[in-house]
């Protein structure tokens, strides 16, 4: 397979309901896509984590049009995984002085998810059958992105849909958190479950804390609870066996990335982001090498449709064959591909067509 072109699509909206987080709030929605063109004709997208900084869209579109796209047209893929060792080595040096591997990595995810598009088109297959020997059909999906105001509107939506676990954002201070908590339990009673996301807003004493409330609620797993400075000390909360611990979108995982930068934590469920700072040939890698039956992998996703749609092809060969969904109201989620993802009986269901299947719109 030779690369003959490559391009960015930039798209973004404003939002009326922030999405907020114990380090930021997002008042603005990006997509921002790598397009790669092969020389049978086939278009593949793969989509760039670009939510956080703020000048995350244009500095990654600066990185695809000066360094990742030159690199990558022109050149033969035979070997996805191969080609993506490569690409990493390429530009690790230059990215190891400036800091800025992580940026390198989140560029390097839409490259890989674009070849394996263009790979699964090519086989005349969906994705989730060439990257898995029997994956499901549909994938349940978890709802996220809940924070203070909570849109009872959307829970209530996705409830009806058959959702049965909903992620609720703490970490803006006790008195909110523990109100947030006590209203979508109270809503969500005999229903569905909880999941906590601290995005890494915790002292250790807090979080100490804050495992002797949450043993009085139904919670499915508490995520990333240690601010990163304190993060070695995740150990202590997992010893006390109170409630699952779940974390793994920060971690840097490039393709050729030694496993146990994933597997040797303290997570009991491990959240990979497809998207973000994990290579799906490293992700592979890892799920073959999960042998316990207490840990588990759900991939980490809050973006747009195309990455959302490589998400569930991914999710769709895992054994939990569950992904997280973003509840927000948001176009570049909805309104990008074709058909619309729909929810039924808390799942979404992959199409037959070959590679990621939903069509991009022009």
């Not at 839409?110 to 990257?131: F, G, S, T």
């Not at 797993?221 to 150990?235: A, C, G, I």
């Not at 934590?265 to 316990?292: G, I």
């Amino acid at each position: 397979m030779r690369i003959t072109a490559g391009s960015v699509r930039h798209e973004s909206v404003s939002i009326s309901h922030s999405i907020k987080t114990a380090f930021g709030t997002m008042t603005e929605r990006h997509a921002l896509l790598l397009l790669l063109h092969d020389d049978r004709g086939h278009t593949g997208v793969g989509e760039s984590w670009v939510n956080f900084p703020l000048w995350a869209p244009w500095a990654r579109r600066a990185a695809f049009e000066h360094g990742l796209i030159p690199w990558i047209v022109g050149r033969e893929v035979e070997d996805v995984t191969a080609t993506m060792v490569s690409a990493y080595r390429a530009f690790l040096g230059p990215a190891q002085q400036s800091g800025t591997v992580g940026p390198l990595l989140s560029g390097l995810c839409a490259v890989e998810l674009a070849l394996w598009d263009l790979m699964a088109q090519r086989q005349e297959l969906p994705l989730a059958q060439v990257l898995w020997a029997n994956p499901r059909q549909r994938v349940r999906v978890y709802a996220s992105g809940i924070n203070s105001p909570i849109p009872w509107d959307l829970v209530n939506e996705h409830l009806d849909a058959g959702v049965t676990l909903y992620k609720l954002k703490l970490g803006f201070g006790d008195k909110t958190d523990r109100q947030n908590l006590d209203e979508l339990a109270n809503h969500l009673h005999g229903k569905a479950l909880i999941a906590i996301d601290v995005n890494r807003g915790w002292t250790l004493e807090q979080a100490q804390r804050w495992l002797d409330i949450l043993a009085n609620y139904p919670i499915e797993w508490l995520e990333e609870p240690l601010r990163v400075n304190e993060e070695s000390d995740l150990h202590l909360l997992r010893e006390r066996d109170m409630v699952s611990l779940a974390g793994g979108e920060n971690i840097l995982l490039p393709p050729d990335a030694p496993l146990d930068v994933l597997l040797d934590t303290s997570f009991d469920v491990l959240q990979p982001d497809l998207t973000k700072y994990a290579s799906l040939s490293a992700v592979l890698r890892a799920v073959q090498s999960l042998t316990s039956t207490e840990r588990y992998m759900i991939p980490h996703f809050l973006g747009s449709a195309p990455g959302g749609a490589a998400s569930l092809h991914v999710a769709a060969g895992l054994p939990v064959g569950l992904l997280e969904w973003d509840i927000n109201w948001n176009p570049l989620r909805t309104e990008l591909m074709d058909p619309p993802f729909e929810i039924v009986e808390g799942c979404i269901a992959l199409p037959e067509r070959p590679g990621l299947g939903w069509r991009l719109f022009e």
